[in-house]
């Protein structure tokens, strides 16, 4: 099968797509066939050789958490799906022909592969940071970063909560932000002070990582009422940041009903093929993708 890899830690032409060995699913897991692997600030990371204890790897590597594709093999002790089911989840070098899954759920109908890559890590984000905030409904959340892939989603498990949200984004995506539900200010010079314009912010979500922790303290009034997911400096200001994966079933279970009850659609920005996972890192990277971005196989 092909396979997106690479040896060395690097930019992103230490990519390549090459022939590999097929995986196979061993017990409680599953393999599908790829149809498309969504694009996550993570993979980069990774591929840098950032320092991330929460995804040690060995080279040479693959690339790749989430993906969607039809079920292949299914392995010893896993009930309740069968070889050609459509599933979306999260497993292991997903930029490939064939992955093993270590978490998954069927697709809700209606939802292209494309589409469904998208979701897995980034509604289990979501979740867990609304939960880890401790935002009640009727409370007034503040989003710092809120057009990509995570903020896509908190906005919208927020509005089906009954959250209300102030969400920071670029000029071209103030529109974007107000669909799904937000009061959307842009971020830049006198943020702080648009933000105390719109009223209240009960808690705050830092989802960019571009220094403003301090700011979110002092907007909340405490830092137990903020969270960063994108700042490893947050606790040396007394804030926590949320890095640890889990509840990752019953995320893609909510995520599945959110879906199909029609509140929950993260767009893609853009789809690439295997051969251009180089490109799609790159865009990644700049920063400023709004919804996802998805690789198709
Ligand atoms: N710790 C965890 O568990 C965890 C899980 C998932 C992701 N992450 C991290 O969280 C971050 C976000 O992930 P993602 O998948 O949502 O990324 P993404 O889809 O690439 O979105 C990044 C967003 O950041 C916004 N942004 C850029 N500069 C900004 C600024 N100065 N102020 C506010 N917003 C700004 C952009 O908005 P505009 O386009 O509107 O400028 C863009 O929409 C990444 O760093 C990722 O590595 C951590």
Do not use: C
């Not at 105390?196 to 009034?221: H, K």
Request: glycine share 14%; net charge negative.
């Amino acid at each position: 099968m092909r396979k997106v890899s690479f040896a060395e830690f690097g930019g992103p032409d230490v990519l390549h797509l090459l022939d590999a060995e097929e995986p196979h699913a061993g017990p409680g897991r599953i393999r599908i066939a790829v149809r498309a692997a969504g694009v996550n600030p993570v993979d980069w990371r990774i591929r840098e050789g950032q320092k991330l204890s929460a995804h040690p790897i060995e080279l040479p590597s693959g690339v790749g958490l989430d993906a969607a594709g039809v079920v292949d093999e299914v392995g010893e002790g896993v009930e309740g799906v069968g070889i050609g089911d459509h599933v979306f989840g999260e497993g292991f070098d997903t930029y490939a022909e064939f992955a093993v899954m270590s978490a998954w759920a069927r697709m809700p109908e209606g939802l292209s592969f494309a589409e469904a890559a998208g979701y897995p890590s980034v509604v289990e984000t979501a979740l867990r940071v609304i939960r880890e905030v401790g935002v009640e409904p009727g409370q007034t959340l503040l989003v710092s970063g809120a057009s990509g892939g995570v903020g896509s989603a908190v906005l919208q498990i927020a509005r089906d909560r009954g959250i209300a949200v102030i969400g920071t984004g670029g000029a071209a995506n103030q529109d974007y932000l107000r669909g799904l539900g937000a009061v959307a200010t842009t971020y830049g010079e006198g943020w702080v002070e648009r933000v105390r314009g719109l009223g209240r912010v009960d808690a705050a979500l830092d989802l960019a990582g571009s220094g403003v922790i301090r700011e979110l303290v002092e907007l909340t009034g405490d830092p137990r009422k903020v969270i960063s997911i994108a700042d490893l400096g947050a606790p040396d200001l007394g804030v926590r940041f949320s890095g640890v994966a889990g509840s990752v079933p019953d995320a893609l279970v909510e995520a599945a009903d959110l879906i199909a009850r029609g509140r929950l659609h993260i767009p893609i920005e853009k789809s690439y093929s295997l051969t251009e996972a180089a490109t799609a890192h790159v865009d990644s990277r700049a920063g400023h993708t709004r919804g996802r971005r998805v690789i198709v196989v």
